[in-house]
């Protein structure tokens, strides 16, 4: 039923660019928050971007400001995590929440995308 669906992952060499996509279906988008996280081995996951709604600015862990950006295409149902000036510890795999609001009760996951950062 409901499906999200992570894309766009890779082997980039420190300071590229990466555009993640997680393409979602079985719920009203327009409704959900939308996240990315990520998890390094041996590392926590964690929260990296949220878009609340759509047109919302968003909201980002202090390591990525300035260098990622989190948008969404409402029309196709897929938010986008576009990465730039790529460092080596932005290494992990990547995943996509979507989160009912406003209390978070729905909450799905993607299967992750793996990101790699190295020369």
């Known amino acids: 039923q409901v499906q999200l669906v992570e894309s766009g992952g890779g082997l980039v060499q420190p300071g590229g660019s990466l555009r993640l996509s997680c393409l979602t279906s079985?719920?009203?988008?327009?409704?959900?928050?939308m996240s990315w996280y990520r998890q390094a081995p041996g590392k926590e996951r964690e929260l990296v971007a949220i878009?609340?709604?759509?047109?919302?600015?968003?909201n980002y862990v202090d390591s990525v400001k300035g260098r990622f950006t989190i948008s969404r295409d409402s029309a196709k149902s897929t938010v986008f995590l576009q990465m730039n000036s790529l460092k080596p510890e932005d290494t992990a795999v990547y995943y996509c929440?979507?989160?009912?609001?406003?209390?978070?009760?729905?909450?799905?996951w993607g299967q992750g995308t793996q990101v790699t950062v190295s020369s």
């Open positions: 878009s609340e709604w759509a047109g919302a600015p968003g």
């Open positions: 929440n979507a989160a009912s609001r406003p209390s978070g009760r729905h909450n799905y």
């Open positions: 079985g719920f009203t988008f327009s409704t959900y928050r």
